[in-house]
């Protein structure tokens, strides 16, 4: 075998490290990423199945190397992986989301929450951010019928089986402005929306945003974009595969909801959910221990980069934790990378287990739809945009149900976390406690 580094910083600086190398006639990248190389050996120490001895190691100064790329015929391998599974996920065939999830609101319910809402101030949602007006609303949700309230403080207790609930026939303002045709501002305010959106999420916690995405708007407009279908972002219109929210995050939301103000005008897109706790049995027991240690790193969403940025990960993670029977999921079919080939077992059949359990709902105006983020994997299937105004809208809140440990990662009184960059680039350019052994 013949090889070249091809960039090489200090060690203490590298982030990326660039191998090529010709091996049985082959060539072969190695991309060595310092934060998987640091925490592989640490991890390594501690984990009781080292499932790494079917992974080629190489080595590179004295640091094993575990995130290796292969390039044939200028192919990336991992890339068409990641492609083909992606596309696997749309054959799944969901069942309807269960009756014990969904509660239709009866017209004095409606019109109880109508006066809710017209007793609130009027705040500007994209500048959304004054603890004040969330103090307002949390204060002002008691009045929310205590039949819908208790479903609210049961399912942050308890959760469900379908991690998934589903309210129907809630107030939207009677005139709504057309669709946004981006991410961005409506024409004119939507007020009930919002103030409907924001009162229920806050029984289960306290909103929050993140300033790389939709520029740390609390309350968010989920529209399809042009120009953007393809994309794996709320903004496209092609099949949306299987996420929990900001999965690479560290304060990514417990729950978000989903309010529609306009469906698609074929009513085709299905809002899909799947729960670890329909789908844990059905993974065997050796993989599921694999899918509680640190062996996978997520990389983060494109609606967090900008366009050309290079790529960032999450530091290795589980993808279960926490109870042994209902554990918590942490997991993105799309994005999350698995070190080595025993970890990429069970990432299989994980993912082909929540596939099983699918539960989908085309949701309607008025429906406000939440999904418990460590509990179940939420979706959404292709639909056509026209782009004519009148296109499919939702409105997207995310909640904490401990606001204050995110507090090192917001200024004061604020409900928008810092930059990823400045939780995430420390570790990987090895200036973290993790690398200072590198350094
Ligand atoms: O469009 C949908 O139904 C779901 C979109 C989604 O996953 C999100 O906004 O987080
Ligand atoms: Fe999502």
Redesign the pocket.
């Known amino acids: 075998m013949t090889g070249a580094i091809i960039n090489r910083k200090p060690a203490s600086l590298a982030r990326k490290l660039t191998m090529v190398l010709v091996h049985k006639g082959n060539l072969v990248v190695i991309h060595l990423e310092r934060d998987i190389q640091m925490q592989t050996m640490k991890k390594q120490k501690n984990l009781e199945h080292d499932g790494n001895h079917d992974q080629p190691r190489l080595h590179v100064g004295s640091q094993p190397v575990t995130d290796a790329v292969e390039l044939t015929n200028g192919r990336d391998q991992r890339q068409s992986k990641e492609k083909r599974s992606s596309k696997r996920s749309q054959d799944y065939t969901g069942v309807h989301l269960g009756e014990e999830c969904i509660t239709v609101l009866t017209d004095e319910e409606r019109s109880t929450i109508e006066a809710l809402v017209s007793s609130l101030p009027s705040f500007d949602s994209q500048h959304l951010n004054e603890d004040s007006i969330f103090t307002q609303i949390s204060i002002a949700k008691k009045d929310i019928p205590s039949r819908l309230a208790a479903k609210l403080i049961e399912f942050r207790k308890h959760s469900n089986d379908y991690g998934t609930l589903l309210f129907r026939n809630l107030p939207i303002d009677p005139v709504l402005p057309p669709t946004p045709k981006d991410e961005g501002r409506a024409e004119s305010k939507t007020h009930v929306s919002e103030s409907v959106l924001l009162s229920m999420m806050m029984y289960l916690g306290e909103p929050i945003a993140y300033e790389d995405e939709k520029e740390g708007t609390i309350v968010?407009n989920?529209c399809p974009v042009q120009g953007k279908e393809e994309r794996q972002e709320?903004t496209g219109s092609a099949f949306?595969d299987f996420?929990i929210?900001n999965s690479f995050h560290p304060h990514k939301p417990d729950y978000?909801g989903?309010l529609c103000l306009r469906s698609d005008h074929d009513r085709i897109?299905?809002?899909a959910t799947a729960s670890i706790r329909k789908a844990l049995d059905k993974v065997p027991g050796k993989l599921i221990s694999l899918l509680r240690q640190p062996l996978y790193h997520i990389r983060v969403a494109s609606s967090f980069m900008k366009d050309g940025e290079p790529a960032l990960y999450s530091p290795l993670l589980p993808i279960l934790s926490g109870d042994v029977i209902q554990p918590d999921l942490c997991i993105n079919f799309y994005n999350t990378e698995a070190i080595n080939s025993a970890a990429q077992l069970a990432f299989d059949a994980l993912k082909a287990a929540l596939l099983e359990v699918v539960a989908d709902v085309v949701?309607l105006p008025g429906d406000l739809?939440i999904i418990d983020n460590r509990v179940a994997v939420?979706?959404?299937t292709a639909f056509q945009p026209r782009y004519d105004g009148n296109d499919?809208w939702?409105q997207?809140l995310f909640v904490v149900e401990d606001f204050r440990r995110s507090q090192e990662s917001r200024h004061r009184g604020s409900h928008i976390c810092i930059p990823l960059t400045a939780e995430l680039l420390p570790l990987q350019d090895g200036f973290s406690e993790d690398n200072s052994e590198s350094a």
Do not use: M
């Open positions: 968010q989920v709320n949306f996420h929210e978000l989903l897109a299905k809002t949701l739809l939420h979706g959404r499919r939702l997207r």
